[in-house]
Nanobody
Framework: QVQLVESGGGLVQPGGSLRLSCAAS????????MAWYRQAPGKERKFVAA????????DYTDSVQGRFTISKDGAQRTLYLQMNTLKTEETAVYYC???????????????WGQGTQVTVSS
């Protein structure tokens, strides 16, 4: 079974930065793509960014374009999300996911980490 462990969340002021990490267990035979999602209180989980494991494709939701950067360390099976210029409305639990790219779109598998809380507040 896939195990994903997120870390790096915390409290940050508006305009600040955080770097999230997600470690994938060795039980994953191969990875095609991974992604970050977030879920604000009382709202649905939403896509934030995805990366192909070859690293040649990155996708972002429009609201984070230019501020967030998704990256990975294939050898360490670790996914990252660098978040800059954070906004209060981006307060949420951030989750990583293993999935695939199909016809140019990210398709999540049903494997999620426990999430890491990001709170943007002054």
């Amino acid at each position: 079974q896939v195990q994903l462990v997120e870390s790096g969340g915390g409290l940050v002021q508006p305009g600040g930065s955080l770097r999230l990490s997600c470690a994938a267990s060795r039980s994953i035979a191969s990875i095609d793509a991974m992604a970050w999602y977030r879920q604000a209180p009382g709202k649905e989980r939403k896509f934030v960014a995805a990366i192909s494991w070859t690293g040649d494709r990155r996708d972002y939701t429009d609201s984070v374009q230019g501020r967030f950067t998704i990256s990975k360390d294939g050898a360490q099976r670790t996914l990252y999300l660098q978040m800059n210029t954070l906004k209060t409305e981006e307060t949420a639990v951030y989750y990583c996911n293993v999935g695939t790219l199909s016809h140019g779109a990210y398709v999540p598998f049903d494997s999620w980490g426990q999430g890491t809380q990001v709170t943007v507040s002054s």
